[in-house]
Nanobody, 128 residues
Framework: QLQLVESGGGLVQPGGSLRLSCAAS????????IGWLRQAPGKEREAVSC????????YYVDSVKGRFTISRDNAKNTVYLQMNSLKPEDTAVYYC?????????????????????WGQGTQVTVSS
């Protein structure tokens, strides 16, 4: 069974940090673009960050640049999102999403236009 298993959400104070994990099972991520989408109440879903597992190229939405870092562990078939300096506006359900890299596409295009969530998401709440 092909699965992406998310973990790591929670409640954190403004300025704090969380690390999200997304582990793939049943398949290899080698030719996938994988990352995180988020949706806050009353807002549209947006792409936060993605990484191409094959070449490590990344994408970040402007609002998280310099605060979030996406990384991959090829041996563990897992991607991580380290979120630092969290703000209340980062509060959302975060979904791990992945799709095979399309021919001639880019990590940014895949992240913002193609990849779809696989699971139920994990809640991240930033509040004092």
């Amino acid at each position: 069974q092909l699965q992406l298993v998310e973990s790591g959400g929670g409640l954190v104070q403004p300025g704090g940090s969380l690390r999200l994990s997304c582990a793939a099972s049943g398949f290899t991520l080698d030719y996938y673009v994988i990352g995180w989408l988020r949706q806050a109440p009353g807002k549209e879903r947006e792409a936060v960050s993605c990484i191409s597992f094959s070449d490590g190229s990344t994408y970040y939405v402007d609002s998280v640049k310099g605060r979030f870092t996406i990384s991959r562990d090829n041996a563990k078939n897992t991607v991580y999102l380290q979120m630092n300096s969290l703000k209340p506006e980062d509060t959302a359900v975060y979904y791990c999403a992945a799709d095979p890299l399309e021919y001639l596409s880019t990590t940014q295009a895949m992240c913002t236009e193609v990849i779809t969530p696989w699971g139920q998401g994990t809640q991240v709440t930033v509040s004092s």
